[in-house]
């Protein structure tokens, strides 16, 4: 058999069920390769302890026939997620120390399911970055390098810890959170499967606030499969979560397990041809394309007119929701303190002190664009721009099923780099943040290597709540592609 | 519109952020950047455009008004930066306080 830590998630589940190993040997080797790799930074806090108990206590559970969808399976959790008892910092400062009384939802479902946690995953401060650059606790390293170039480079953001792990084998998976591209982006960085549901589809209580008309919590896997699997697990109505849709969980490991597109109407949206995307990335995109008529399915060219204006209508949504949302870091009730003269004085020194550059300058672009004779020249007029994305997409739904789009506009890039100019660092995510604006799954696959051989990531977005369709293309796409590289070394 | 210091200062007073003077002009150039590039959506035709401020169509549910829970003070009060003062220190569920600076003189 091959290396435990190799295996992947449905394979692990299914080697524990044949009991041709245990949760306690799986969470060992495991916890082995966090021990090898920690020199990448990608946890924020380990909890080895954690994981042998929970792996214990699932092989007592599933020696009394009470096997979970992803019984004795390790996973890493973004430090995103409220996991009771264990420091949950957001990647800041500010929550340095906080240790939830509560567990999020979709930690929750995946626990009940069986899964085994070993740590919590480094992550850009309050999930604001693409390159995990902003997180307090320092940046993460990518465990692919250039050919022949030893700098190191960023695993992408905002999860990219939990990017990280997955591509470096020290889990079979993890959880991430998606604002902006935050699953999908690190995912084609790092050679990995990333997929952010439809808004709606897990439960964001529990989750550190960013942007909630956004912020969707999403699986992060070595193969499409996987991700079907994983989803499953942390999907499911929460009315703990008002905005948490009341709708099945459907099968969607079966429709991963279907990788047939013959006939199925793949869009090609032709504003994603944009300068300043490497044209490496275009060619694995027409190769994509090809890959996707060969098996099958039907291209169809659409317009989603308004793509370039998804970007800037972000930039005014997502900081102004932040805003408010980090409201509530004040000193008072939990995380930082730093004294002040009076009460006021207290705020504002704690939240000077506790929050990164890149959190306060979003902050205050949030503060200025909801202020007082500003709403409607900013924060309206982006709300508008929101409806007529939207719009654009439901249109192109009308003549394709699924849509094929690079996942990111370059390959993962040297640490330090892009950070110079906000707005340069923001573009990274130019391809992910429409379907984000809608609402939309979406999912990256890794289809294939550039010259220096740095993996690249091909994205698929579905139609609302139908993430079935969505990875029975992403599988079709998977096969075709035949993505096995390994960061070398790993 | 270009952000000076004193806008940037007055942002920062607002949303209760301690910024060193000398970061204000540096501030000023990076938001006044980002705000630049922001208005390009004024090229955007909104008239009559309906604001999108949830994509989910669901209808927000009603619940019964009513308490769910109770008796978790000192897990509410477990985190608190200042310490917490607790009404009945043998049961610490009974009730308690954040502590916050003098604010009444």
Partial sequence: MAALTDLGIAKLVAALSRKE?????????????????????????????????????????????EAGLLEGVPLAIKDLFCTEGVQTTAGSHILEGFVPPYESTVTANLWRAGAVMVGKTNLDEFAMGSSNMTSYFGGVENPWKRRGDNRKLVPGGSSGGSAAVVAAYMVPGSTGTDTGGSIRQPASFCGIVGLKPTYGRCSRWGVVAFASSLDQPGPLTRSVEDAALLLQGMAGHDPKDSTSAPLPVPDFAAAARTPDVRGLRVGVPKEYRVEGTATEIVALWDKGIDMMKAAGAVIVEVSLPHTKYALPAYYIVAPAECS???????????????????????????????????????????????????????????????????????????????????????????????????????????????????????????????????????????????????????AALEQAAAFTARPPGY | MPLDKEAVARIARLARLKVPDEELAPLAGELSGILAWIEQLNEVDTANVEPLSSVSDVTLPMRADKVTDGGI?????????????????????????????????
Avoid: W
């Fill in chain 2, 73 to 105: 003070a000192a897990k509410i009060l477990a985190n608190a930066p200042g310490g917490a003062v607790y009404i009945d220190p043998s049961d610490r569920n009974a009730g308690g306080f954040f502590t916050v600076p003098k604010v009444v003189e």
């Fill in chain 1, 324 to 474: 408010s949302n980090l409201a509530r870091y004040d000193g008072v009730r939990f995380g930082l303190r730093v004294p002040g003269k009076d009460l006021i004085d207290m705020y504002q020194n704690t939240r000077g002190a506790g929050f990164g550059k890149e959190v306060r300058r979003r902050v205050m672009i949030g503060t200025y664009v909801l202020s007082a004779g500003y709403y409607d020249a900013y924060y309206k007029k982006a709300q508008q721009v929101r409806t007529l994305i939207a719009r654009d997409f439901k249109q192109a739904f009308e003549k394709c099923d699924v849509l094929l789009t690079p996942t990111a506009p370059s390959a993962a890039f040297a640490a330090g780099d892009k950070m110079d100019d906000p707005v340069t660092m923001y573009l990274n995510d130019m391809f992910t943040i429409p379907a984000s604006m809608a609402g939309l799954p979406g999912i990256s696959v890794p289809a294939g290597l550039d010259t220096d051989g740095l993996p690249l990531g091909l994205q698929l977005i579905g139609r609302a709540f139908d993430e079935e369709t969505m990875l029975r293309a992403a």
């Fill in chain 1, 21 to 65: 190993t245990s949760a306690v040997e799986v969470a060992d080797a495991h916890l082995g390769k966090l021990d090898e790799h920690r020199a990448l930074n990608a946890f924020i806090t380990e909890t080895p302890d954690r994981a042998r108990a929970m792996a214990q206590a699932s092989d007592t559970r599933r020696a009394r026939g």
